[in-house]
């Protein structure tokens, strides 16, 4: 059964900051891997999915990279800004269906 | 495109009583999956379509749940009667193809129940 850990929990980081966002996943037979963004009161907004013949994707400030040996991913996230505040979640896909980790609550402060 | 949409955004029902959501799926998305938040818990898996047939239901918790889903198009969720533990955000996800592989998954809103 796959399990999906993200670390930390919880976050609260000043303006400005590089982030480093961290999600494990116990089976490494995975199709691939999800990060998406989840802002109060709303849905899960898709931020990058990166396959598992990939190692990294990018997007705009936001980094993300696989190590499917490892069973480790990191979403990186350059010059952090108040906007940034939502809870970060990762999904794995090994059998189709995703498992998601708990996400980090992440607070940007001005 | 439009994207997932689902409704209502929010419900609050008494113990006992029964609620229906709704999910509307991208145009053309095959695969359409439920899926339930609980406060402070990890999204679990619900259940999964292709088109109108559950290909896994394995996630629902128990038979107070029901999820049908007609002609293939928009899927409903119902719980008959809902109980407190039913209190929390019921996601509907989407994708072109069967894993996800390609595209990913694309989320509604969700709807948050709280069963009172």
């Known amino acids: 059964k796959q399990e999906v850990t993200q670390i930390p929990a919880a976050l609260s980081v000043p303006e400005g900051e590089n982030l480093v966002l961290n999600c494990s996943f116990t089976?490494?037979?995975?199709?691939?891997l999800q990060w998406f963004r989840q802002d109060p009161g709303k849905g899960l907004t898709s931020l990058l999915l990166i396959q598992s013949s990939q190692r990294e994707q990018t997007s705009g400030r936001l980094n993300a990279s696989l190590d499917k040996s490892s069973g480790r991913s990191t979403l990186y996230i350059a010059a952090s800004q108040p906007g940034d505040s939502a809870t970060y979640l990762c999904?794995?896909?090994?059998?189709?269906?995703?498992?998601f980790g708990r996400g980090t609550s992440l607070i940007v402060h001005p | 495109e439009a994207g997932v949409t689902q409704f209502p955004s929010h419900s609050v029902i008494e113990k006992g009583q029964t609620v229906t959501l709704r999910c509307d799926p991208i145009?053309?998305?095959?695969?359409l999956y439920w899926y339930r938040r609980v406060m402070g818990k990890e999204i679990k898996f619900l259940l999964h379509?292709?088109?109108?047939?559950?290909?896994?239901e394995s996630g629902m918790p128990n038979n107070r749940f029901l999820a049908e889903r007609t002609g293939g198009t928009y899927s409903t969720l119902k719980v008959q009667p809902a109980e407190l533990e039913d209190s929390g955000v019921y996601f509907c996800?989407?994708?072109?193809?069967?894993?996800?592989?390609?595209?990913?998954?694309?989320f509604g809103s969700g709807t948050r129940l709280t069963v009172v």
């Open positions: 379509f292709v088109k109108e047939s559950k290909q896994d």
């Open positions: 145009s053309g998305h095959d695969n």
């Open positions: 996800a989407s994708s072109q193809d069967k894993a996800g592989l390609t595209y990913g998954y694309t």
């Open positions: 089976d490494s037979a995975i199709y691939n």
């Open positions: 999904a794995v896909e090994g059998s189709y269906i995703p498992t």
